[in-house]
């Protein structure tokens, strides 16, 4: 019988699955970089495109939480605008970025 280790070491890397743990470890900088990566190899994924928003989403909200500083939400806001201009989970935060809301 091979020892867990040895399963880990001959296993390759699955990249969807390192994001959605980080996502849920509320890592959501590292999450996004390998969502990011992922859609850069298969642009059309809709499924990522989709969790690369909601974790951008999550982020916001968990920054809101901690009162972390305006302009470190902002950043985040305008990132996520940025990295998803047509998704309609971030919808709510164009008028945030505009600053109409302030």
């Known amino acids: 019988m091979r020892n867990l280790q ?3 070491d001959n296993h390759s890397a699955d990249p969807y699955a ?6 849920a470890q509320k890592e959501f ?5 390998i969502y990011k990566k992922i ?15 909601m974790c951008y ?4 909200f968990d920054l809101t939480k901690k009162n972390a500083p305006a302009a470190e ?9 940025e990295c998803c201009p047509n998704s309609e989970i971030l919808r709510d ?8 809301s302030q």
Not at 39 to 49: A, I, M, T, W
Request: charged fraction near 25%; hydrophobic fraction near 45%; glycine fraction near 6%.
């Open 6 to 8: 040895d399963m880990f």
């Open 18 to 23: 390192d994001a959605v743990m980080k996502h």
């Open 29 to 33: 900088a590292g999450a996004i970089e």
């Open 39 to 53: 859609l850069g190899e298969n642009p059309s994924d809709r499924q990522v495109s989709t969790k690369l928003a």
């Open 57 to 60: 989403r999550e982020w916001i």
């Open 73 to 81: 939400v902002k950043q985040v806001v305008l990132q996520a605008l």
């Open 93 to 100: 935060f164009h008028e945030y970025a505009s600053g109409e």
